[in-house]
């Protein structure tokens, strides 16, 4: 009889502490991830890789069919020490040496049926100091939502450091190879 009523109440204990725990944590996260976000970050690097009918193009084939397309691969650079400060009322403001400022809004949201954060920047001017008049079409085609805005997946974001994904996909027509599947993915590295 005492060795069922200890064995008993201790599940009960263990269930009342483990109950407890999970409140306990539940309530010590002040920080979410839209909290995280805001604040100035620089722009430390990105990574941009080029792909023809999926297959990832060396540095020297993505310059051979970026002249054969009239692409300025500096069009697709950020510029070194850009500084993007995402405000707590959803607005963001870019600045970069030689370029006027950027300003837009922001939000991140959740893409539950992809198990994504999603990262979306408008504005009604240029975006991420890219000149969007000036981008050649591909450009537009891949990186832009139907909107004009950018959404970018949520890679990794932490109080120092962030980490976003662009990828899109589009058909061109490459004389004289004919229609090609190009598909581009652009990493941004931030940091606080």
Not at 79 to 97: L, V
Not at 137 to 156: I, K, N, P, Y
């Amino acid at each position: 009889m005492h060795k069922n009523f200890f064995r008993r109440s201790a599940w009960q204990l263990l269930i009342l502490v483990g109950f407890q725990f999970f409140i306990a944590c539940d309530n010590d996260d002040p920080e979410t991830e839209p909290n995280l976000i805001i604040g100035l970050w620089t722009f430390e690097s990105q990574e941009l890789e080029f792909y023809l009918n999926d297959v990832k193009q060396s540095e020297s084939e993505v310059e051979f069919y970026t002249s054969l397309l009239g692409v300025d691969l500096e069009s697709f650079q950020i510029p070194a020490g850009a500084t993007f400060e995402f405000k707590e009322d959803g607005s963001f403001e870019g600045n970069a040496e030689g370029f006027e400022a950027q300003t837009g809004q922001w939000l991140l949201s959740d893409d539950e049926a992809n198990e994504k954060t999603i990262l979306s920047l408008s504005s009604n001017e240029d975006l991420l100091f890219l000149d969007v008049e000036s981008l050649p079409e591909l450009a537009s085609d891949v990186f832009f939502e139907e909107d004009g805005s950018v959404a970018f997946e949520v890679l990794s974001l932490t109080q120092t450091d962030a980490r976003f994904f662009l990828s899109g996909e589009t058909e061109v027509e490459v004389a004289p190879f004919g229609t090609q599947r190009v598909r581009i993915d652009l990493t941004i590295n931030l940091a606080k």
